[in-house]
């Protein structure tokens, strides 16, 4: 029996959708961590507070599992875990992302210039800095998998925790799941959605100064500039409410949190999506804007960049390709060519022979490269 424990996040349904299954082998334990998320699938998982009796609870049972499957790290309890874990129970990790790239000893590279100065003023004139709750570095080395649907971000971990972990495909997005009922259609939109969060790392404020160049301008014209802002730091989201009425012509902020077909309704409305990341984030969006035929520009920065160009997908820089297309619609030939990528990969019955492999990985304890 391998143990997941999950947190209250956006994604947790997915995760619970396919691991619930008699012939997953799954015990399935949300910890909730006041993030405010919440999930439907409550029939099909213990709800356990921390701290609590019933976490002392859990740790004294750990050794009866074969694997424990800790999706994220972000919370002191995950430490609590892996420090109780008897050896021969083996822990796997989802990476989310933020457990590394929001290290302050790393964070920088990953943050842009004007940005990141914007950070700095913001933490001096507060006297504050934002620091969150990070594992300690050293307990990497106890972790035997590192799970993740980008081998280029594996690498990444594996080299910078200096650790021997392996690693194993997986990723809760499933095109059908992700999609629902958009999956039949296709952007028929002009607008650009920009960013998908009011997150520090999407580097918002130095991609809003290239869009001001003229070269970029042009490319908006009338364009409405869709900007989510509904999570992430308050002090970006009021910046931006400020600045992005300024710099775009149409600014359409989205300030609240949208139920998903929501969201990809709004995402049918645009034919092109520009992500600034350099760090890995955003799949979701990069994966529901392929299919449904817009054009994405990443950052030539980030992993997820290298890693959607290796298995072949048509995908842009917005570094050097936004000011050769701009907002310019994809050809059916382009976007028949990433649909038939994304169905070798993130169909719903390859994520779930994925799930059932990573299963069959801790519960047989052997790895596969």
Same mark, same amino acid.
């Given at each position: 029996m391998v143990l997941h424990i999950l947190s209250d996040d956006k994604f947790t349904d997915y995760v619970i959708d396919q691991f619930s299954n008699d012939d997953m082998q799954s015990d399935l334990v949300v910890i909730p961590s006041g993030a405010g998320h919440s999930f439907k699938r409550c029939d099909k998982v213990r709800v356990i507070s921390y701290p609590s009796s019933?976490?002392?609870e859990l740790l004294s049972?750990?050794?009866?599992y074969s694997g424990i499957v800790l999706h994220g790290l972000f919370w002191p309890f995950?430490?609590?875990?892996?420090?109780?874990?008897?050896h021969n129970v083996k822990i796997a990790w989802y990476f989310w992302g933020g457990e590394l790239y929001c290290r302050?000893?790393?964070?920088?590279?990953?943050?842009?210039?004007?940005?990141?100065?914007?950070?700095?003023?913001?933490?001096?004139?507060?006297?504050t800095q934002f620091k969150s709750w990070q594992l300690p570095l050293d307990l990497y080395k106890r972790i035997d998998y590192c799970i993740t649907s980008e081998v280029e971000e594996y690498e990444f971990a594996k080299e910078y925790t200096k650790s021997n972990m392996q690693f194993i495909w997986y990723t809760c997005y499933s095109l059908e799941e992700t999609l629902g009922d958009v999956i039949s259609m296709r952007s028929g939109g002009n607008n650009v959605l920009f960013c998908n969060s009011a997150a520090l790392e999407n580097n918002m404020f130095d991609a809003t100064?290239? *869009?001001? /160049?003229?070269a970029y301008k042009k490319h908006l014209r009338d364009r409405h500039v869709v900007m989510p802002l509904s999570y992430g730091s308050p002090w970006i989201r009021n910046l931006m409410l400020k600045l992005g009425p300024i710099c775009f012509k149409k600014f359409v902020p989205l300030i609240t949190f949208l139920p998903r077909e929501e969201y990809n309704r709004i995402m049918l409305d645009c034919s092109t999506l520009i992500l600034p990341y350099h760090s890995p984030a955003g799949q979701?969006?990069?994966?529901?804007?392929?299919?449904?035929?817009?054009r994405v520009y990443l950052s030539e920065k980030s992993i997820a960049f290298k890693y959607f160009k290796r298995i072949g997908i048509k995908i842009y820089s917005f570094e050097n390709d936004f000011v050769k297309y701009g907002c310019e619609k994809l050809s059916?030939?382009?976007?028949?060519?990433?649909?038939?990528? *994304?169905? /070798?990969?993130?169909?719903?019955?390859q994520v779930y022979l994925n799930a059932k492999n990573l299963i069959s990985i801790l519960e047989?304890?052997?790895a596969t490269e």
């Amino acid at each position: 029996m391998v143990l997941h424990i999950l947190s209250d996040d956006k994604f947790t349904d997915y995760v619970i959708d396919q691991f619930s299954n008699d012939d997953m082998q799954s015990d399935l334990v949300v910890i909730p961590s006041g993030a405010g998320h919440s999930f439907k699938r409550c029939d099909k998982v213990r709800v356990i507070s921390y701290p609590s009796s019933q976490f002392v609870e859990l740790l004294s049972i750990l050794g009866g599992y074969s694997g424990i499957v800790l999706h994220g790290l972000f919370w002191p309890f995950c430490e609590e875990i892996i420090k109780a874990a008897p050896h021969n129970v083996k822990i796997a990790w989802y990476f989310w992302g933020g457990e590394l790239y929001c290290r302050s000893e790393i964070a920088n590279s990953f943050i842009a210039p004007i940005t990141n100065f914007l950070y700095r003023l913001h933490t001096i004139k507060n006297n504050t800095q934002f620091k969150s709750w990070q594992l300690p570095l050293d307990l990497y080395k106890r972790i035997d998998y590192c799970i993740t649907s980008e081998v280029e971000e594996y690498e990444f971990a594996k080299e910078y925790t200096k650790s021997n972990m392996q690693f194993i495909w997986y990723t809760c997005y499933s095109l059908e799941e992700t999609l629902g009922d958009v999956i039949s259609m296709r952007s028929g939109g002009n607008n650009v959605l920009f960013c998908n969060s009011a997150a520090l790392e999407n580097n918002m404020f130095d991609a809003t100064l290239r *869009l001001q /160049k003229l070269a970029y301008k042009k490319h908006l014209r009338d364009r409405h500039v869709v900007m989510p802002l509904s999570y992430g730091s308050p002090w970006i989201r009021n910046l931006m409410l400020k600045l992005g009425p300024i710099c775009f012509k149409k600014f359409v902020p989205l300030i609240t949190f949208l139920p998903r077909e929501e969201y990809n309704r709004i995402m049918l409305d645009c034919s092109t999506l520009i992500l600034p990341y350099h760090s890995p984030a955003g799949q979701g969006n990069i994966i529901t804007a392929l299919w449904l035929g817009m054009r994405v520009y990443l950052s030539e920065k980030s992993i997820a960049f290298k890693y959607f160009k290796r298995i072949g997908i048509k995908i842009y820089s917005f570094e050097n390709d936004f000011v050769k297309y701009g907002c310019e619609k994809l050809s059916d030939d382009i976007v028949d060519h990433n649909k038939n990528i *994304l169905l /070798k990969v993130y169909c719903k019955e390859q994520v779930y022979l994925n799930a059932k492999n990573l299963i069959s990985i801790l519960e047989s304890n052997n790895a596969t490269e």
